[in-house]
């Protein structure tokens, strides 16, 4: 099943904790989330089902409405490069908006399937 990270993350969501991220199909709808969300700073994410997002330009950050804007490029209907072998990227149809984080540390868990095995790595 291939979900983008906002289905994922709204999935995993409690009803009761406030929204820190809101999709966005435009340029002008990213600056739509972000005043709802409020705060100075904002990641603004290319939605495609694509990983090493950021080193293909499809996540930046934003430090205004007005870089907001630039950086909600590719706007929906742009391309974001996704993988060298496919440097014509993939069309992006939604973008992430969300505050930026203040934490000092991240960490990144995976889990993959082995279909041959059936057996979780």
Known sequence: MKIH???ARKSCASSA?????L???????A???AQKLGGSVWVVKAQIHAGGRGKGGGVKLARSLDELQSAGRPD?????EDA???PEGQKVRRLLIEE???SK??????ALTDARRRAWR
């Open 23 to 29: 999709p966005a199909f435009s340029g002008a709808e």
């Open 31 to 33: 600056t739509e989330a």
């Open 17 to 21: 904790s406030r929204a820190t991220r």
């Open 76 to 80: 929906p209907g742009h391309a974001a």
């Open 84 to 86: 060298p072998d496919r």
């Open 100 to 102: 930026a984080p203040t």
């Open 5 to 7: 990270e906002y289905q």
């Open 105 to 110: 540390k991240e960490y990144y868990v995976a």
